[in-house]
C-alpha cells in the first residue's frame, strides 16, 4: 500500500523554555474538581517483592555479592532505604555527590554518567537540590533525546507505509499522540480502568521499600477499595477495542461518561480522607485520570513502555508476523533512563529530590532472579536463584537463560565471578552468618553445587557453561 507517511522532522524544535507548561483553566475542568497542570506520574522499579525461600540468598547482599549478570557490586536494599530515611537526597548536590560515590562500582552504566554530570554541574552550583539540578539541564537533554529517539521513530514510519489502510488510520492516530506527548504539547488520552488500577499498584510498590508501616497500610486499602469502584472492563476483553479515536468516541457517550465520573468522584471520597491525601504521586495520577475521563488535554510526558504497548496493539491484527515482530524489535531501539542519561533526565525532571536519587542507585539494589522464569515453568526454590541487580532482573524477565546469553555472551564470565564470590563468603562464615539469622530456612555450599548445575541444565546446548567451583573443596 502506498500511502504518505507520518513526517516527524519538527520534533528538531524543541521547546526550551518551562518543562511543563500550565493549560487554562476551562469551566468545565473546574467542575470536574481536580486541577490538571501536573504530568504523569513516572513510574519506577520496585526491588521489594522477594521470591518465597529467596530472601535468605538476599541477605548475602550485605557482605558484597555481585550481580551474576554484569559483574557489578550489588547494593544491599538496607542501604539505599536507610539513606532515604536519613535524608541525604535532599542535601545540597555537592554533598550527595560525595556520599554516593561511594557506591559507584554498584551504578550501571547511564546511572554513572548522571552521578559525573551531577559532580561537573555541582562545582558551580553546590548548593542546588537534585530537582534544581535536574530542571536546569532539562533543556539540553530533551533536545539530546529527541535526537536519539528520531532515527528510530523514522525508522518505524517507514515500516508503518506498508500497513493495511485501517491499520494505518491507527497508527497515524497513535504517533499524532506520540508527537504532541513528546514535545510536551497537551494532548487528550483515552481513560482505561485497568491503566489507573495498575498505575495504582505501582505508587503502592514505590511505597513499600521506604519501611513506613502507616502509609503502606494506607495505600492497600485504597487499591482494594479503588478495585471494588472500578471493575467495568471485563478481564481479557478490550470494550473500547485498539482504536484510540474510537475508545475517546465510546467513552464519551453519557453513560460511560457518567459511570466513570462517579466512580472517580466516589473514589475520590474515600482519598480525601485518607492519610495520603497529600501523596503528590496519587494527586498526579488523580488530576490525569479526571482529565481523561472528560476528555480534556492534559499534559503526559512520552512513556516508552506505553507506546510499545500501543503499538504492539495496532500491529497484532497482521498477519504477517514477522513483519509484526519488525516494529516490536525497531521500537525496543528506543533509549530507556537506563540505557541512555538523557532519557533519565527528562523521565525524572518532574521528580522529587527522594525518587531522583532512589533511581540513581535502584538498579543496582540486589534482587532474586528466577533462573528459569515462573512463567516458564520455574520453581520457587533455591536451586532456582540468583542474585542481579534490580534493572537486569526487569530486563530478562521471562527471556530463556540460553538466549539471554546469547544476546549478552559477558553472562558466562560473569557469572564465574558471582561463583567466587560466593565461595568467598561461605569460607568467610557468611553463608552461617545468614542461615542463623532466619528462623526456617538456611543456606549452604549445596546452593553453591546446585547453583552451577542449574547453569549447566539451562545454558545453550551449543556451548555449555562449566563453572569451575574447585575452590570450594580447598
Known sequence: MNVSCVNLNYLNFVPTGSIRQNPVKSKDSEQAGLRLNSPLMTDTISFSGISHGGDILKRLSAYGVIDMYTGLKLLDSKTLESMQRSGVFSKPIEKIVKIVSNYENTMLPA???????????SHKHPNYTLSQTLKELYPKHKKALLRAQQPVFE??????CDLPKDLYAEFSELMNITTKRLLNDPVVLPFSEREFLYKLKRIGEDMQYKGNGHEI????????????????????????????????????????????????????????????????????????????????????????????????K??????????????????????????????????????KNDKIGANMLMGGVC?????????????????????????INRQKTNIYFDAWVRMHPETREN??????????????????????????????????????????????EENRIKLDISKLYE
Open 111 to 121: 546511572d554513572k554518567e548522571f552521578l559525573k554530570i551531577l559532580s561537573k554541574f
Open 314 to 351: 495496532i500491529t497484532r491484527k497482521l498477519k504477517n508476523r514477522k513483519f509484526a515482530q519488525q516494529f516490536s524489535d525497531v521500537a525496543e531501539k528506543l533509549p530507556t533512563s537506563k540505557q541512555n542519561v538523557s532519557a533519565f533526565i527528562v523521565k525524572f525532571a518532574d521528580e
Open 415 to 460: 557469572c564465574q565471578k558471582y561463583i567466587d564470590r560466593l565461595i568467598e563468603l561461605y569460607k568467610q562464615g557468611c553463608f552461617e552468618k545468614v542461615s542463623k539469622a532466619h528462623k526456617n530456612k538456611k543456606i549452604d555450599k549445596s546452593y553453591i553445587e546446585d547453583f552451577a548445575q542449574t547453569i549447566y541444565d539451562i545454558s545453550p
Open 217 to 312: 497500610h494506607s495505600m492497600d486499602k485504597l487499591i482494594s477499595i479503588a478495585g471494588k469502584i472500578f471493575h467495568n472492563e471485563p478481564k481479557g476483553q478490550r470494550i473500547y477495542g485498539r482504536n484510540i479515536k474510537k475508545k475517546l468516541e465510546m467513552q464519551m457517550q453519557p453513560e460511560i461518561l457518567k459511570r466513570n465520573s462517579s466512580n472517580l468522584a466516589e473514589f475520590k471520597k474515600f482519598f480525601d480522607v485518607s492519610p495520603l491525601r497529600n501523596n503528590e504521586d496519587l494527586i498526579r495520577l488523580l488530576e490525569n485520570t479526571s482529565a481523561k475521563i472528560h476528555g480534556f488535554p492534559a499534559f503526559a510526558s512520552f512513556e516508552r513502555k506505553s507506546f510499545i504497548h500501543e503499538l504492539k
Open 367 to 391: 534482587s532474586v532472579d528466577h533462573l528459569v522464569a515462573k512463567k516458564n515453568g520455574g520453581a520457587n526454590r533455591l536451586s532456582n536463584y540468583g542474585l542481579c541487580g534490580a534493572e
Open 155 to 160: 525508522e518505524i514510519m517507514r515500516l508503518a
